[in-house]
Nanobody, 127 residues
Framework: QVQLVESGGGLVQAGGSLRLSCAAS????????MGWFRQAPGKEREFAAG????????YYADSVKGRFTISRDDAKNTVYLQMNSLKPEDTAVYYC????????????????????WGQGTQVTVSS
């Protein structure tokens, strides 16, 4: 059973930074792409960032491009989301997700690619 545990959320002022972490267990982490999604109150869950299984390519939503950076440390079975220049509109619950299939090169923005989700961590950006 795959488990994903997020951490690092919190309250930050606009312009500040946070780093989210997602620790994975239950299968060979390095074989699977990973992603971060977010869901603001009253809105649908949306893609924020993704990284391929080999870390060779990363993807970002236009709304976070240039401010967020996704990375992975396969030795630690952990994926990170570094968030800089945060804005109040970044306020949301952030979810870590793991691809359902190994070695997939499918685009990470589609929720159908993911088979496992974390519980989420709250990020609140004050103005």
């Amino acid at each position: 059973q795959v488990q994903l545990v997020e951490s690092g959320g919190g309250l930050v002022q606009a312009g500040g930074s946070l780093r989210l972490s997602c620790a994975a267990s239950g299968r060979t982490f390095s074989r699977y792409g990973m992603g971060w999604f977010r869901q603001a109150p009253g809105k649908e869950r949306e893609f924020a960032a993704g990284i391929r299984w080999n870390g060779g390519r990363t993807y970002y939503a236009d709304s976070v491009k240039g401010r967020f950076t996704i990375s992975r440390d396969d030795a630690k079975n952990t994926v990170y989301l570094q968030m800089n220049s945060l804005k109040p509109e970044d306020t949301a619950v952030y979810y870590c997700a793991a691809y359902r299939d190994p070695y997939s090169d499918h685009a990470p923005s589609r929720t159908s690619e993911y088979g496992y989700w974390g519980q989420g961590t709250q990020v609140t950006v004050s103005s």
